[in-house]
């Protein structure tokens, strides 16, 4: 009687001691559990201690937009075209981000939790026409943009003037074609299970190439420095995409405690290295509007950069704060990822006006 009794101690202890949901920064068990062991069940938790936040997707979007809104009302951007037109202007290039967003974190969630998470396919293949419709309508605004028609206005020719004509014309008509593509990808999904994770991967660069051949067309191209710029301008799109699309795509999954565990360990990895690049390249890409740094706060460009970076900086502390709460074990590990991401999703939209500033 006694033994038994010292045995259901011990087993109990075991239960007590038993890592939650198997998070560490390396991806093994807290204490040195291999990766490949088979984890210890997570304990449930308290009264709804240890539960990882919500997401308000539909917020991130309206910050998004709202933000890009109003930066770009705040430093000239609506007025100069007509006030109906940049308004237009600012709303699409809000939602081609939105879009490409959305799309990097479902080809993202699909590469950190391979065949885990069936809902990435559907999402992507929803997205891809989304986006491909809002890249439409933009290219009819900014032609009528270039054309100095009205929306009403817009005719056939003036299309046709913007699309082969400036270089960010080159970059609409290589945008439409890398989301095409990405509509053929999202259709090949899901990928047989247990072939890998290939048509993620390529959906993921499609994405990257999508979303950056605008930016990376328009002043870094045509900037005196853009053998540097435009490679930089396509790395600080890529690591923002990451970053951003990534931790919205942890937080939507979040609740699925074994899929957290699994996921959040590499994307914390990823995410340091993205913050890095982002800065850098970021840097690098300024250098394209801005030749001193004192016009950061003396032109209207450099005032958005600057709000960018801050934005950027703040997000970054509360991305570090969420690495430490994983490294010690914390629980909920996600507590500071909803308000970084709601962060990251006003930068997104202030980065959103840069082309309409002046």
Do not use: C, N
Request: net charge positive; aromatic share 2%.
């Amino acid at each position: 009687m006694g033994a038994a009794r010292r045995r259901r101690g011990r087993g109990r202890s075991r239960v007590r001691a038993a890592p939650v949901a198997g998070l560490t920064i390396d991806g093994s068990a807290p204490g040195g559990t291999p990766t490949g062991a088979a984890p210890d069940p997570p304990p449930r938790a308290a009264a709804g201690s240890a539960v990882e936040p919500a997401p308000a997707v539909a917020g991130w979007a309206a910050v998004l937009v709202g933000v890009a809104v109003v930066v770009a009302g705040a430093t000239g951007g609506l007025g100069p075209d007509g006030v109906a037109l940049d308004l237009a202007q600012a709303l699409v290039r809000a939602a081609a981000d939105l879009a490409a967003v959305v799309a990097a974190g479902a080809a993202l969630i699909a590469l950190l939790a391979t065949d885990r998470v069936p809902a990435a396919d559907r999402v992507l293949a929803t997205v891809a026409p989304l986006w491909l419709g809002v890249l439409l309508v933009e290219t009819f605004v900014r032609g009528a943009v270039v054309s100095g028609r009205g929306l009403a206005d817009v005719r056939g020719p003036d299309l046709l003037e913007f699309l082969p004509g400036p270089r960010a014309g080159t970059g609409q008509l290589v945008a439409l074609a890398a989301v095409l593509a990405l509509i053929g990808v999202a259709g090949s999904r899901p990928a047989r299970p247990g072939a890998g994770p290939g048509p993620a991967v390529l959906a993921l660069v499609v994405v990257v190439a999508a979303a950056a051949a605008p930016a990376a067309t328009g002043h870094a191209g045509a900037s005196t420095v853009a053998a540097y710029a435009v490679p930089a301008v396509v790395a600080h799109v890529a690591a923002a995409l990451l970053w951003v699309g990534g931790l919205g795509a942890v937080l939507v999954t979040a609740r699925d405690a074994e899929l957290l565990a699994l996921a959040l360990p590499r994307f914390s990895r990823l995410a340091l290295g993205a913050v890095v690049v982002l800065g850098v390249s970021g840097a690098l890409a300024a250098t394209a509007r801005l030749s001193s740094p004192t016009e950061l706060v003396t032109t209207g460009y450099g005032a958005v950069v600057a709000a960018k970076v801050a934005l950027f900086a703040v997000a970054a502390a509360l991305g570090g704060a969420t690495r430490a709460r994983l490294r010690a074990g914390r629980l909920p590990v996600l507590v500071w990822a909803p308000v970084e991401v709601l962060v990251l999703a006003a930068a997104t939209g202030v980065a959103a006006t840069l082309t309409q500033t002046a």
